[in-house]
């Protein structure tokens, strides 16, 4: 196994995409449910690293965002991993409150193809309006 030992190393390890990101995968530590996608760049990455808790960063507000910032359902790290080629990270994370999802649910991935049709598979927890008020 090769070593990095600096965040500097981590950082430079991605293989980041024309523009500046990476798809992170967060991964309940527990289960082993994919909770759902989101981007980092490098700054998020880092953040991520040394605050121990999931930062992305947000492509339709162009900034960071703490997991759980407005809803309180953050996610804390217990493991970063690097795929292969270095473009897709994997957070290994404790989701607090269940809800990894803005629809609710536990999972963003709450839809599977059932013939030709998408069916829902989790219900909501809790209602996003009570959620983000």
């Known amino acids: 196994m090769t070593e990095v030992s600096t965040v500097d190393g981590l950082i430079d390890a991605v293989s980041w ?3 500046g990101l990476v798809p992170a995968i967060a991964q309940d530590y527990k289960s082993g449910r994919v909770l759902m996608m989101a981007w980092m760049n490098r700054e998020s990455l880092q953040l991520t690293a040394s ?3 999931a930062v992305y960063w947000s492509r339709s507000r162009g900034k960071l965002w703490r997991k759980g910032e ?8 217990r493991e970063i991993r690097l795929d292969c080629d270095g473009d897709t990270v994997l957070l290994i994370v404790e ?6 999802c803005h629809t609710g649910r ?3 991935f709450y839809r599977v193809l059932d013939g ?3 069916q829902v ?3 909501v927890i809790k209602n996003p309006d009570d959620i983000y008020e």
């Open 17 to 19: 995409n024309d523009g």
């Open 116 to 118: 030709d049709r998408w």
């Open 51 to 53: 605050e121990g808790r």
């Open 121 to 123: 598979n989790q219900p």
């Open 95 to 100: 989701q607090r409150g269940g809800i990894a």
């Open 70 to 77: 407005s809803s309180g359902h953050e996610q804390v790290i």
């Open 106 to 108: 536990t999972s963003c």
